[in-house]
């Protein structure tokens, strides 16, 4: 399994800030689409066939409606954009209604939609594009799900922005090819406040989720504020984690 964290911005003195979050897998398939629509080359965003969105956050939708525009070609394939409930009606009330954005959905002529919306039910899998992505509910400040992505012979885990967790911990270990978790580190310790009231991790709650894990894996820091990002990986890098990886945007790690 290839997974990209999607760059939004040139590097600047040696490390893309992570702005917005979207990670490609396999070429097909985005998780979130913060980035997505900003993805170089053009030919790369037209690959995608589904988009999985974790939350409504803007930093996980922002480049969504540009991303659809980007690729639509009127033919009657299209891309499919999944979500919970409460993701799917914040699209369609507050990006696609004809104020912030044009409304693509009741825009869509049936023989050539600009994209298809698909219910994502916490606990219930799909597959797509041959991965099998089950969701489960973390503890954020709107309802958010993160993601366990499965191949057939190896997984890996994308929390999402969640405060402390349990039950994708539990998801995650009873995945017997777990080899990655893509987990946020958003605020230094300085700003555990602000993680508290945001539901975000700080480095010592980073450390805290992982252990929740009963076998190692790979462990990639995400999420980083980039105003914040020398303190966090430097609180990070002292907790001493095993296979602890500080994520670099615009990266393919293959898991």
Same mark, same amino acid.
């Given at each position: ?23 490609? +897998? ?88 600009? %994209?298809?919306?698909?219910?994502? &039910? ?58 990655? +978790? ?16 945001? &539901? ?18 790979? %462990? ?12 966090? +990986? ?20 293959? +898991?």
């Amino acid at each position: 399994m290839r997974v990209t964290l999607i760059p939004c911005t040139p590097a600047v003195g040696g490390a893309a800030g992570q702005f917005l979050t979207t990670y490609l +897998v396999n070429d097909t398939l985005a998780i979130d689409a913060g980035a997505v629509g900003l993805l170089q080359p053009l030919a790369a965003q037209v690959r995608i066939r589904h988009v999985v969105l974790t939350h409504a956050h803007i930093d996980h939708v922002a480049t969504l409606p540009l991303f659809l525009e980007n690729i639509y070609t009127g033919a009657a394939e299209a891309v499919t954009v999944h979500g919970t409930q409460p993701v799917l009606d914040a699209l369609q009330q507050d990006v696609f209604n004809d104020r912030l954005w044009p409304n693509f959905v009741s825009l869509s002529p049936p023989e050539a939609p600009l %994209l298809r919306l698909s219910l994502l &039910e916490p606990g219930r899998p799909v597959v797509l594009d041959g991965l099998r992505i089950t969701p489960v509910p973390v503890q954020h400040v709107v309802p958010t799900v993160g993601l366990l992505v499965e191949d057939g012979t190896t997984a890996a885990l994308f929390p999402s922005d969640t405060a402390p967790t349990d039950a994708i911990w539990e998801v995650a270990n009873a995945a017997p090819n777990l080899k990655a +978790v893509f987990l946020e580190a958003t605020f230094p310790e300085e700003k555990a406040e602000l993680a508290a009231v945001s &539901e975000h991790l700080t480095p010592r709650l980073f450390a805290r989720e992982v252990a929740k894990l009963r076998r190692p894996v790979d %462990l990639f820091a995400v999420h980083i504020k980039p105003r914040y990002r020398d303190r966090v +990986v430097a609180e990070l890098l002292a907790l001493g984690l095993p296979n602890l990886h500080i994520a670099e945007v615009g990266k393919t790690y293959t +898991v």
